[in-house]
């Protein structure tokens, strides 16, 4: 699978419950993708989620499954981190 990164932007801030992650990934194991983590902006009103899927209209479809946005969908090609560039 690939790795995704996904944009959402919400009109309000963003109060995500146990019971709005499960409905999550209860749409995702349908679908087939995996939501690895998320990030929260500072005013709660965007997320930054890594996903593996096999495509980006995979996740597309979770998304619109949800009821979330996902106004931007990256596959992402590789990893950089300081360490692994200055070879530590």
Same mark, same amino acid.
């Given at each position: 699978? +690939?790795?995704?990164?996904?944009? &959402?932007?919400?009109?309000?801030?963003?109060? /995500?419950?146990?019971?709005?992650?499960?409905?999550?990934?209860?749409?995702?194991?349908?679908?087939?993708?995996?939501?690895?983590? @998320?990030?929260? @902006? +500072?005013?709660? &009103?965007?997320?930054?989620?890594?996903?593996?899927?096999? @495509?980006?209209? +995979?996740? &597309?479809? +979770?998304?619109?499954? /949800?009821?979330?946005?996902?106004?931007?969908?990256?596959?992402?090609?590789?990893?950089? &981190?300081?360490?692994?560039?200055?070879?530590?």
């Amino acid at each position: 699978m +690939a790795l995704f990164m996904i944009e &959402r932007n919400f009109a309000e801030e963003l109060n /995500a419950s146990a019971s709005d992650a499960a409905a999550v990934i209860k749409v995702n194991d349908q679908v087939g993708v995996k939501w690895l983590y @998320s990030f929260l @902006s +500072a005013d709660k &009103r965007k997320t930054y989620c890594l996903y593996e899927a096999n @495509s980006g209209d +995979a996740i &597309r479809e +979770a998304a619109r499954l /949800a009821g979330l946005p996902a106004d931007i969908v990256i596959e992402l090609g590789g990893e950089l &981190r300081p360490e692994l560039l200055l070879g530590r």
